[in-house]
């Protein structure tokens, strides 16, 4: 099958999480993507490991993120690597970086400078807080934007402390936000030839994330409480939450009091009204969640199921893994480390395309190691 | 200066926060969108998925955040005439994008295979729960019910929790996300050829790939599951300081840095025990136990901004703590 961004070459100034995680999804969708890095050094991932696993001379960490990619070596402080660079520039179709506010300028590939070589070029630049302002040069670090943006005040209940979320989701978001708006500029760009200066930030895609409690904010000026118990949304009334069971853990989403006393049949529950969700949040979910710890999960699936109640089972990775509804998916995939031999398992592109998965078993590159062929192929 | 997608026609008849979320991000680049409704009671984001906080013509703060920048038409798909017109939109849009769970568009006679008839270069894009096939098809795709089954609830948080979902709706906001993806890249592939292209996204998959990282390492480590910090959980695979902790005024986040350095900073002879960096992961806990003492104490948060201090020459990143009303805090 022909992929859907075949031909379009995608050049990665990019390291850990944000930039390379916009790289990744690109090259799944069909586009090619070089990674530029330092001769010796290489990409500073590449020595970022989670749990001391390695796949040849990179952390498996590094080997998920960049699978399906090139490696191009460059030194920025080398003139004739350089011009090289320039030249590669020239090629290409986008440019993606996450340094810090400058760094491109001082190597003279700030936009204004690529532009002049490659008017057509999407250039895209995510950094942590903007490049403008008091914390421009700070680190864009995934758990400090968390802190920075009162998105650690949506996680946990009213008596924790602050709770990240416990993913780099400032990295990842900014990256797949990255690709959206990268597609939209190539779109244009197709249309009327103009190159686009993409500005992105782990700070404002952590804004965004937050739209619907930042616009609840504005309007009423109160800030959104966790519940005192079993939060999972704070602006969202009982019964909303997750909830021990006699043998487990189960979600149960938002839906009234009345359609869920059709599982609970509890004369307690009755007592209250529909106008009580919110002003007596946390007195009904005590109400529920002791009323829950009679029974096991399948007690309350079974139930659920029969009045069609928005609840579900709470899964670690294991029974997910053993679930029907996880292996129907067919999410993993096999990839032989470039060197031969050792094989990973990694997760695909979760998006389908005319009813296909798109599966790329090719992996991460050695450092340096499509440097000669690049040359030779595209300058 | 002419917005990126101007040009583009997309037709939302999603409904809630995944699908609307997806509408909302072409509209904020230029495409225009029109909301597809059910005449009567329209999106049952309108009423369902409600806050506590009104505006003023009674609807809640959280569909006007979702559905801004857009246009909404009203429609019965049980009556003909309304359905033909909804089909003479369809052959004028560039995208059109829907969430019902598998079928139900069918039964309306406007899946994809349908559709396409009438307009051979559409993107059509849809979102599902847990995908098209299986036996989780039919279960309700909601925000909260794709974390829990995701795993995702045994990330955050601190051991001593039950499984914690994530307080933001991630697993719609992810899909939304995922779902523009596919679909500006088939519009970019249709510049070329001519035809559309149908694209899927599951809140389910889309969970799975924001754990891409974790999980791959729980699929490659003989599937060890993730244990969360004893004190202050931030991310259940990264070495103490890794966390948020309480001070005498605030609270501050700590990300990655060297134990004897934080040692040497807070003269604390306690830490200096542990100067292999193994123990920073294997230790974490008492280590975050003892930091979390020492910050309680001796650390004032609120005016005294600990940014990226190179001391020693070494990087430490620390901040204080934002919340949404930390007007007191002075940057």
């Not at chain 2, 139900?104 to 006679?109: E, F, H, S």
């Not at chain 2, 060297?258 to 230790?283: H, M, Q």
């Given at each position: 099958?022909?992929?859907?961004?075949?031909?379009?070459?995608?050049?990665?100034?990019?390291?850990?999480?944000?930039?390379?995680?916009?790289?990744?999804?690109?090259?799944?969708?069909?586009?090619?993507v070089?990674?530029?890095?330092?001769?010796?050094?290489?990409?500073?991932g590449?020595?970022?490991?989670?749990?001391?696993?390695?796949l040849?001379?990179?952390?498996?960490?590094?080997n998920?993120i960049?699978r399906n990619?090139?490696?191009?070596a460059?030194d920025?402080?080398?003139a004739?690597?350089?011009?090289?660079?320039?030249?590669?520039i020239?090629r290409?179709?986008?440019?993606?970086?996450n340094f810090?506010?400058g760094?491109?300028?001082?190597?003279?590939?700030?936009?204004?400078?690529?532009?002049?070589?490659?008017?057509?070029i999407?250039?895209?630049q995510?950094?942590?807080?903007g490049s403008?302002?008091?914390w421009?040069?700070?680190?864009?670090?995934?758990?400090?934007?968390?802190?920075?943006?009162?998105l650690?005040?949506?996680?946990?209940?009213?008596e924790?402390?602050?709770?990240?979320?416990?993913?780099?989701?400032g990295?990842?978001?900014?990256g797949n936000?990255?690709?959206?708006?990268?597609?939209?500029?190539?779109?244009?760009s197709?249309?009327?030839?103009?190159?686009?200066l993409?500005?992105l930030?782990?700070?404002?895609?952590?804004?965004?994330?937050?739209?619907?409690?930042f616009?609840?904010?504005?309007?009423?000026?109160?800030?959104?409480?966790r519940a005192?118990?079993?939060?999972?949304?704070?602006?969202?009334?009982?019964?909303y939450?997750?909830?021990?069971t006699?043998?487990?853990?189960?979600?149960?989403?938002?839906m009234?009091?009345?359609?869920?006393n059709?599982?609970?049949?509890?004369?307690?529950?009755t007592q209250f009204?529909?106008?009580?969700?919110?002003?007596?949040?946390?007195?009904?979910?005590?109400?529920?969640?002791?009323?829950?710890?009679?029974h096991?999960?399948?007690?309350?699936i079974?139930?659920?199921q029969?009045?069609?109640l928005w609840?579900?089972?709470?899964?670690?990775?294991?029974?997910?893994?053993?679930?029907k509804?996880?292996q129907?998916?067919?999410?993993?995939?096999?990839i032989?480390?470039?060197?031969?031999?050792?094989k990973?398992?990694?997760?695909?592109?979760p998006?389908?395309?005319?009813?296909?998965?798109?599966?790329?078993?090719?992996?991460a590159?050695a450092?340096?190691?499509?440097?000669?062929q690049?040359?030779?192929?595209?300058? | 200066?002419n917005?990126?997608?101007?040009?583009?026609l997309?037709l939302?008849?999603s409904?809630?926060l995944?699908?609307?979320?997806?509408?909302?991000?072409?509209a904020d680049?230029?495409?225009?969108?029109?909301k597809?409704?059910?005449?009567g009671?329209?999106?049952?984001?309108?009423q369902?998925y409600?806050s506590?906080?009104?505006?003023?013509?009674?609807?809640s703060?959280?569909?006007?955040?979702?559905?801004?920048?857009?246009?909404?038409?009203c429609?019965?798909v049980?009556?003909?005439a309304?359905?033909?017109?909804?089909?003479?939109?369809?052959?004028?849009?560039?995208?059109?994008?829907?969430n019902?769970?598998?079928?139900?568009?069918?039964?309306?006679?406007?899946?994809?295979?349908?559709?396409?008839?009438?307009n051979?270069?559409?993107?059509?894009?849809?979102?599902?729960?847990?995908?098209?096939?299986g036996e989780?098809?039919?279960?309700?795709?909601?925000?909260?019910?794709?974390?829990?089954?995701?795993?995702?609830?045994?990330?955050?948080?601190?051991?001593?929790?039950?499984?914690?979902p994530?307080?933001?709706?991630?697993a719609?906001?992810l899909?939304g996300?995922?779902?523009?993806q596919?679909?500006?890249?088939?519009?970019?592939?249709?510049?070329?050829?001519?035809?559309?292209?149908?694209?899927?996204?599951?809140?389910f998959?889309?969970l799975?790939?924001?754990?891409?990282?974790?999980?791959?390492?729980?699929?490659?480590?003989?599937?060890?599951?993730?244990?969360r910090?004893?004190?202050?959980?931030?991310h259940?695979?990264?070495a103490?300081?890794?966390?948020?902790y309480?001070?005498?005024d605030?609270?501050i986040?700590?990300?990655m840095?060297?134990?004897?350095?934080?040692?040497?900073?807070?003269?604390?002879a306690?830490?200096?025990?542990?100067?292999?960096?193994?123990?920073w992961f294997?230790?974490?806990?008492e280590?975050k136990?003892?930091?979390?003492?020492?910050?309680?104490?001796?650390?004032?948060s609120?005016?005294?901004?600990?940014w990226?201090?190179?001391?020693?020459?070494?990087?430490?990143?620390?901040?204080?703590?934002?919340c949404?009303?930390?007007?007191?805090?002075?940057?």
């Amino acid at each position: 099958m022909k992929l859907p961004l075949e031909g379009v070459l995608v050049l990665e100034f990019a390291q850990y999480l944000s930039g390379p995680c916009a790289g990744l999804r690109l090259a799944d969708l069909g586009a090619r993507v070089i990674k530029i890095e330092h001769p010796e050094k290489g990409e500073a991932g590449r020595k970022l490991s989670i749990k001391n696993l390695w796949l040849d001379d990179s952390s498996l960490l590094f080997n998920t993120i960049n699978r399906n990619k090139e490696s191009f070596a460059a030194d920025m402080n080398n003139a004739e690597d350089m011009e090289t660079l320039r030249r590669l520039i020239a090629r290409a179709h986008v440019l993606i970086h996450n340094f810090r506010p400058g760094v491109m300028e001082k190597r003279m590939l700030d936009y204004e400078s690529v532009k002049a070589i490659n008017p057509s070029i999407v250039y895209t630049q995510i950094s942590g807080y903007g490049s403008k302002g008091p914390w421009a040069k700070k680190p864009g670090q995934d758990l400090l934007v968390q802190a920075l943006s009162g998105l650690a005040f949506t996680t946990g209940s009213y008596e924790d402390n602050p709770t990240p979320l416990g993913l780099g989701i400032g990295d990842y978001l900014c990256g797949n936000q990255a690709v959206q708006f990268i597609l939209a500029a190539l779109i244009r760009s197709r249309k009327n030839g103009k190159g686009t200066l993409l500005e992105l930030s782990l700070l404002e895609s952590l804004i965004d994330l937050q739209f619907e409690f930042f616009t609840t904010y504005f309007a009423s000026g109160k800030m959104p409480e966790r519940a005192h118990h079993h939060n999972a949304h704070s602006l969202l009334s009982a019964p909303y939450g997750i909830y021990k069971t006699s043998d487990g853990f189960i979600a149960i989403a938002m839906m009234s009091l009345q359609q869920l006393n059709k599982m609970m049949e509890s004369q307690v529950l009755t007592q209250f009204s529909e106008g009580d969700v919110f002003s007596k949040r946390d007195e009904i979910k005590v109400v529920i969640a002791d009323l829950l710890l009679h029974h096991p999960n399948d007690f309350w699936i079974q139930k659920a199921q029969i009045f069609d109640l928005w609840i579900m089972p709470v899964l670690n990775w294991k029974q997910m893994k053993t679930s029907k509804g996880y292996q129907v998916l067919e999410m993993e995939q096999e990839i032989a480390s470039s060197k031969g031999g050792k094989k990973i398992t990694t997760t695909r592109c979760p998006i389908r395309i005319n009813n296909k998965k798109l599966y790329a078993g090719k992996a991460a590159p050695a450092l340096n190691e499509h440097t000669q062929q690049i040359k030779q192929s595209l300058l | 200066m002419n917005r990126l997608l101007e040009d583009i026609l997309v037709l939302d008849f999603s409904q809630f926060l995944s699908g609307p979320s997806a509408g909302l991000r072409l509209a904020d680049m230029g495409a225009r969108v029109i909301k597809i409704e059910k005449e009567g009671t329209g999106d049952i984001c309108r009423q369902l998925y409600v806050s506590d906080v009104k505006l003023e013509d009674g609807e809640s703060t959280i569909f006007h955040a979702i559905n801004r920048n857009k246009e909404s038409y009203c429609v019965d798909v049980k009556d003909e005439a309304s359905l033909a017109k909804i089909k003479k939109l369809i052959t004028k849009a560039d995208v059109m994008l829907h969430n019902f769970r598998p079928g139900v568009m069918k039964r309306l006679g406007l899946d994809y295979e349908t559709v396409k008839e009438l307009n051979p270069s559409i993107v059509y894009g849809e979102i599902s729960g847990y995908g098209e096939e299986g036996e989780w098809k039919a279960l309700p795709g909601q925000d909260l019910l794709v974390q829990a089954v995701s795993g995702l609830t045994y990330l955050s948080g601190s051991l001593h929790h039950q499984p914690m979902p994530m307080g933001v709706a991630v697993a719609d906001i992810l899909a939304g996300t995922h779902l523009v993806q596919g679909a500006l890249a088939a519009i970019l592939s249709r510049l070329n050829t001519g035809e559309g292209s149908l694209v899927q996204v599951s809140m389910f998959e889309s969970l799975l790939d924001f754990q891409f990282e974790v999980l791959t390492c729980f699929l490659n480590d003989g599937n060890e599951m993730p244990v969360r910090n004893a004190v202050n959980g931030a991310h259940a695979y990264i070495a103490a300081p890794y966390g948020i902790y309480k001070t005498a005024d605030g609270f501050i986040a700590i990300a990655m840095a060297p134990i004897p350095v934080l040692a040497k900073l807070l003269n604390e002879a306690a830490l200096s025990n542990y100067n292999d960096p193994n123990d920073w992961f294997n230790k974490r806990d008492e280590i975050k136990e003892l930091l979390s003492k020492i910050f309680l104490i001796k650390l004032r948060s609120i005016g005294c901004v600990l940014w990226s201090l190179s001391i020693f020459g070494v990087p430490m990143f620390m901040t204080t703590i934002n919340c949404l009303q930390a007007k007191d805090i002075k940057y």
